[in-house]
């Protein structure tokens, strides 16, 4: 959705997740996780011009995407929209709404598109997402560059009976709060995003950088100037996920503080982002 762009944080929250994006495919012990043996396992390439190539059709229930890209980095994406409004309608709106801040095109797009998450890919590292998709048509897509086309898929078939594989759970409630537990995460494994809140809501972890604090970040919020505290090396993101979905991601970051943020524009409050409304607080990456 190119959020990554929005906003005052500017180049510094753009940059900030160009690190470490995915952990290892293997578990502590150096065995695949059951969950994961158990998913059918949906390759996407995405290559230098954003295009997006996956199978045409895919299981229903838990699947797990595995996202390389020739791009330096990439961020995949998968929605599917309301019947009767289109491909074109959708991009149209996403463009005028979340890259030009015209609030009934935002309002329209949130209105028609279901966000169902998304994860990040390096060159170096492929990311790993795993979602629990009905049967139906969706789309997928790279985000990071804009008017990229959507590779439609369908979702049909046999149920592939997989699970959700365990791990952290970071939970967004209310309209716009990220649930108080857990206070901490561990450094690497699956990262669970479930939305419970009535917006729509992506993940940052944004690494606080040395000395800082989320009373730094809090300042920086308010003041809206200055350079961000935050260690713009390491970070996270997820995709976008529309209120009731789940998502998880394969992640690995060094130990330390993050802050844990959204800045997914608000329509009712002219599109603010929602970390510009508090939605913000610190997670250990023990
Ligand atoms: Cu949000």
Redesign the pocket.
């Known amino acids: 959705m190119s959020i990554h762009r929005i906003a005052t944080l500017g180049a510094s929250i753009t940059v900030l997740t160009a690190g470490a994006l995915t952990g290892s495919t293997v578990g502590a012990t150096g065995q695949p996780a059951p969950s994961e043996r158990a998913a059918t396992m949906v390759q996407v390439s995405i290559d230098r011009a954003s295009t997006v190539t996956m199978p045409s059709v895919v299981a229903p229930g838990v699947t797990t995407y595995k996202i390389s890209t020739t791009k330096r980095r990439a961020a995949f994406q998968v929605l599917s929209l309301a019947t009767g409004y289109s491909v074109d309608q959708a991009m149209a709106d996403g463009n005028q709404g979340l890259e030009k801040n015209n609030i009934k095109a935002l309002k329209r797009f949130e209105a028609n598109v279901t966000l169902l998450g998304g994860t990040g890919a390096t060159r170096d590292k492929a990311g790993k997402l795993v979602l629990d998709l009905e049967p139906g048509t969706y789309y997928g897509l790279e985000t990071n560059r804009f008017g990229a086309p959507w590779t439609p898929f369908t979702v049909a078939g046999v149920d592939t009976g997989a699970t959700m594989p365990s791990g952290a759970t970071l939970k ?1 409630v209310d309209s ?1 709060k990220w649930a108080k537990e857990p206070a901490s995460i561990p450094r690497s494994g699956w990262l669970r995003f479930k939305n419970r809140a009535d ?4 993940i940052i972890l944004a690494k606080l950088a040395r000395g800082k604090t989320i009373d730094d970040f809090d300042d920086f919020i308010k003041d809206e100037s200055g350079p961000p505290p935050i260690d713009p090396r390491f970070g996270l993101d997820s995709g976008a996920l529309s209120p009731g979905h789940d998502m998880a991601m394969k992640y690995r970051l060094p130990k330390g503080n993050y802050v844990l943020t ?1 800045f ?1 524009p608000d329509a009712s409050m002219k599109g603010m982002p ?1 970390a510009f409304m508090g ?1 913000y607080r610190v997670v250990t990456v023990r």
């Open positions: 967004a716009t917006q729509n809501h992506f959204c997914w929602h939605m």
